[in-house]
Every structure is written in structure tokens, then in C-alpha cells.
């Protein structure tokens, strides 16, 4: 499939079943008139999912697209001359969104990026457009902070349902939400987080609290309890899902997504949660925002074991506590995302392993950032190898 010089949008969904979701992902954006030139689909998955089959479905849909299974991506690194770098993305893993961000980066044209889940799929209002809307706002927006330094989410109905979203710290929980106003400038926004409706994204410990045995939960989140968009309150953390977001290309360099899974500690559930902890700080430092509310997406999460989850969750729930704590005071000097960045992989890699179980895991994660910068860097002095 030839290349469309006005694509400027690299949309990554890690997939292992669920793919046929870009079908009406495709289908809302062309709803709306928006332009679908503008997409390039990059299907990160698996040698042993129905990588043919993808393709075919791109192909029907007429968009621009390309599937990567870990053959594939081995031959991209190789293009690419990076092929010392493969470790940073983890196989079989969510968090082989990275590699739609290292895509990305050796593609200069993509000036924005849009991560999408699977398992879910768009609203009634123009996903794509909307996030882009998001991306350029500028105006008085609603803005939040607490006691604790920490953001729910979810604060809106909290009262109602109660719920804490995944990767948020139990330490920080009964906080005193304050909201106020706050005057954003175009430019400003840098990452546009859509919430979820139906099936809420929580940890496991929480979902057993609700009930649940399924890997899911019995409250559900509507629409009606998204009421207002807003940011978060430079200082003060927040929960960043990766199922549904959009963001500038120039914060890949601070949103790696932490190696998980794979790794002799067993962390695991945890990637996006801490790569939006240390691009929350990096946006603190750099003057940027967070923008969270709409499009809302439907996530219809597939019932497996809670008790699954839990097991990938909890080598790294201590961990989950104090990695923020971590990062808060690194780098207050970076004048980029990159030299950020690098303050807080030193911070990882000088924390005191011995202070917390698996503790070796923030030595693990501040070489692996490292790499990933080294990666881009490298990324950075070889010339782009044309899509097929």
C-alpha cells in the first residue's frame, strides 16, 4: 500500500484479538468527516494472531496501515540499524506500545500519535477530531488538585460509585479534591486522555473489593458522570491510561512505556500508569498540560480471571506507592522532555533497592529509559526507511 503524504497520524492498537475494533474507529472518523488520510494504523500483535486477516481488513477499509508481529518488528529494528535496542519493547506485552512510539519517531511526518485498546470502542462524537480539538485547545478549562498530590479521575462521581482507577496509590486515597479554573494557552495541551465508559480500567484488589471474580466489575461508569473536562493541577499526579489517547509528538521522548511483564521480578500492569507518572512530571517542569475528559470510549474488557490480574499486579504494588515519590524531585533544572527524562532514570537508578520488595525493579526501569532514549537518539541520526 503506498504512502499518503498528508497522513500525519500514527494510530497504534496493541491487538491480540480484537482488531476488527479499528472497523468502526474508521467508521465514526468517516461519520464525521474526518479526513482518514490523515491515519496510519499500525497494528502491534503477535506471529501467532491472524496478521493476514489484518492486513485484508486495512486494506477493505482503505486506510494506510501496517501489522507487526515480532517477526516483522525484528526486520524494522534491522532497517531501522537499531537492532541493539529490541529489548526495550517487551514481547507480548501492552506495553509493545512502544514501539508505535519508536514507529513514530523515525517517521518525522507523524505529528501526532493516537493509542487505541481493543478492547474498545469509539462513542457517538468524532473520536479522531475531538482529540485533535483537545490537542489545540485553548481557553479557560476546569482544573483539579488535592491534599495528596494525586487525581482521581474519576473525582466527578466518586460520591456515587466510589471507585479509584488502576495504578492510583492506596496511600493517596480519601484526598480533598479542589477544583478551580485555569487559563490554557494554544499549545499548552500536549496530551488528550479520554475517559471510559461500562467496564471502569481498575486494579485487581479493587475489582475484588466490587465483587468481581471476572476481571472486570459490578459498578459501571457512564456517561452522565463525565461532566466536564479539565487538567490537573501542576504538582499533583494522575492515573494516564493508555487505552484511549492521543498525544504531540513531542513528548515521546518523556512516554516510554515501562518494560513489563517480562522481567525476573514478575511486575507486570503497570507500564502505562508509570509512563504517565513521569510524563506528568516532565510537563510540570516544561510549562505543558494533560487534558482529560472526552471522547469518551466504550470498553467492553473481556471477562478473564481477577485473580490473574492480581498475580501480574501485585509484585509491583509497593513499588506503585513510592515511584512518584521518586521522580518528584529529579531533574527540576531539564529544559526538555529528553533531559527530563534522563534526570529521572537517574533517580531510579540511584533509588535505595533495599527500602522496598522487588526495589531492584526501579534499577531495571531507569537502565531500560536510558536505552530507550539512546534508542530515539539513534532513531534521530538514521535516515527514515520509506513505508511499503
Known amino acids: 500500500m503506498s504512502e499518503r503524504a498528508t497522513s500525519d497520524i500514527c494510530v497504534v492498537v496493541p491487538t491480540i484479538r480484537e482488531y476488527e475494533c479499528v472497523r468502526a474507529y474508521v467508521e465514526n472518523a468517516r461519520e464525521h468527516g474526518f479526513d482518514t488520510s490523515r491515519l496510519r494504523f499500525v497494528l502491534v500483535t503477535e506471529e501467532f494472531c491472524e496478521t493476514g486477516q489484518m492486513r485484508e481488513m486495512l486494506s477493505e477499509l482503505g486506510v494506510e496501515g501496517e501489522v507487526f508481529d515480532g517477526p516483522r518488528r525484528e526486520e524494522w529494528y534491522a532497517e531501522q540499524g537499531v537492532e541493539g535496542y529490541e ?55 476546569e482544573s483539579v488538585g488535592s491534599d495528596e498530590q494525586w487525581v482521581n479521575v474519576l473525582y466527578q462521581a466518586a460520591d ?148 490473574d490480574d492480581l498475580h501480574n499486579e501485585v509484585a509491583g504494588l509497593e513499588l506503585n506507592e513510592h515511584v512518584w515519590r521518586l521522580v518528584d524531585d529529579a531533574a527540576a533544572d531539564a529544559d526538555s522532555y529528553e533531559t527530563t527524562y534522563r534526570g529521572m532514570a537517574d533517580a531510579l537508578c540511584s533509588a535505595d533497592a533495599d527500602a522496598y520488595r522487588n526495589g531492584d525493579f526501579f534499577h531495571h526501569v531507569g537502565a531500560y529509559m536510558h536505552d530507550w532514549l539512546d534508542c530515539l537518539a539513534e532513531l534521530e541520526r538514521t535516515p527514515a526507511v520509506a513505508d511499503d
Open 160 to 307: 456515587e460509585h466510589g471507585l479509584y482507577p488502576r495504578g492510583y496509590p492506596y496511600s493517596a486515597m480519601d484526598e480533598r479534591v479542589e477544583t478551580g479554573t485555569t487559563q490554557i494557552a494554544r499549545g499548552d495541551i500536549v496530551v488528550s486522555q479520554g475517559l471510559w465508559t461500562n467496564v471502569p480500567d481498575l486494579d485487581a484488589v479493587r475489582i475484588l473489593m466490587d465483587g468481581d471474580l471476572q476481571g472486570q466489575a459490578q459498578t459501571r461508569t457512564e456517561a452522565d458522570q463525565f461532566e466536564r473536562d479539565f487538567v490537573v493541577e501542576p504538582g499533583n499526579y494522575l492515573t494516564v491510561c493508555s487505552m484511549n489517547l492521543a498525544f504531540r509528538r513531542e513528548v515521546i521522548p518523556a512516554f516510554y512505556q515501562l518494560p513489563m511483564d517480562d522481567n525476573e521480578w514478575s511486575v507486570g500492569r503497570f507500564d502505562d500508569i508509570w509512563s504517565g507518572v513521569f510524563l506528568k512530571r516532565a510537563c510540570d517542569l516544561l510549562g505543558r498540560r494533560i487534558y482529560t475528559g472526552g471522547p469518551l470510549c466504550e470498553h467492553n474488557k473481556a471477562p478473564r480471571s481477577t485473580f
Open 87 to 141: 529489548h526495550v519493547v517487551p514481547a507480548a506485552s501492552h506495553a509493545e506500545t512502544s514501539f508505535g512510539l519508536l514507529y513514530m519517531w523515525a517517521n518525522p511526518r507523524f505529528r501526532y500519535g493516537v493509542f487505541i485498546d481493543d478492547d474498545t470502542l469509539p462513542g457517538e462524537v468524532d473520536f479522531f477530531g475531538r482529540h485533535l480539538s483537545n490537542l489545540a485547545f485553548e481557553g479557560t478549562v
